[in-house]
């Protein structure tokens, strides 16, 4: 049974940055079949997709976010990371990694360098609260 | 981005009710819409996607309709457990969009 868990800091202060790690167990990151996502929920509201990464380490961004995203993989650890840079009180929430199942149906979002295959969120790790603040 | 609305925001209903939820896109997404339940303190857990298919071992009495812009969510009898708040959430444009969230309570 696949399972996800976050783990990190619970407080980071405001400008700085945060670093988030998810490891999978149960089954392997380097699946072909998947991708890896996070999302977040600040306290209250809804959720908010960030990014998602393949296991080769193509990327893929909530342009919202992407300037101050970066999703990493470590296969050799069966974990993929994330890191928001220049944080403030906005980005206080929960986040959650998820795997993220591509749906065949549609047909895939490409760039110039790779394609993305919109689908959707299942399992989800538990989550864990980030708060921003000094 | 495409915008999503789910209706209502909040509903109270009683065991064994019929519960339907709704989401309505902002512009036509096909059937590339998945319904997610959330409980109090966890995760949210997939129940339906692609709009209709029922998730590996989610009951048969929640199920999903719709194509285009309109979908529905459907409880057939409410159960104490179902005690949560539903997210729809689209796939057909970056980046994937939820709801903003039905929270369900019992009357």
């Known amino acids: 049974q696949l399972q996800l868990q976050e783990s990190g800091p619970g407080l980071v202060k405001p400008s700085e940055t945060l670093s988030l790690t998810c490891t999978v167990s149960?089954?392997?990151?380097?699946?072909?079949?998947?991708?890896w996502g996070w999302i977040r929920q600040p306290p209250g509201k809804g959720l908010e997709w960030i990014g998602s990464?393949?296991?080769?380490?193509?990327?893929y961004y909530n342009p919202s976010l992407k300037s101050r995203v970066t999703i990493s993989v470590d296969t050799s650890k069966n974990q993929f990371s994330l890191k928001l840079s220049s944080v403030t009180a906005a980005d206080t929430a929960v986040y959650y990694c998820?795997?993220?199942?591509?749906?065949?149906?549609?047909?895939?979002?490409?760039?110039?360098?790779?394609?993305?295959?919109?689908?959707?969120?299942?399992?989800w790790g538990q989550g864990t609260l980030v708060t921003v603040s000094s | 981005d495409i915008q999503m609305t789910q209706s209502p925001s909040s509903l109270s209903a009683s065991v064994g009710d019929r519960v339907t939820i709704t989401c309505q896109a902002s512009q036509d997404i096909s059937n590339y819409l998945n319904w997610y339940q959330q409980k109090p303190g966890k995760a949210p857990k997939l129940l339906i996607y692609d709009a209709s298919n029922l998730e590996t071992g989610v009951p048969s009495r929640f199920s999903g309709s719709g194509s285009g812009t309109d979908f529905t969510f459907t409880i057939s009898s409410l159960q104490p457990e179902d005690i949560a708040t539903y997210y729809c959430?689209?796939?057909?444009?970056?980046?994937?969009?939820f709801g903003q969230g039905t929270r369900l309570e019992i009357k």
């Open positions: 959430q689209q796939y057909d444009n970056l980046p994937p969009i």
């Open positions: 990464i393949y296991y080769s380490g193509s990327t």
């Open positions: 149960g089954g392997s990151i380097s699946s072909s079949s998947y991708y």
């Open positions: 998820a795997r993220d199942i591509p749906s065949y149906s549609r047909p895939p979002y490409c760039s110039s360098t790779s394609c993305y295959m919109g689908g959707w969120f299942d399992p």
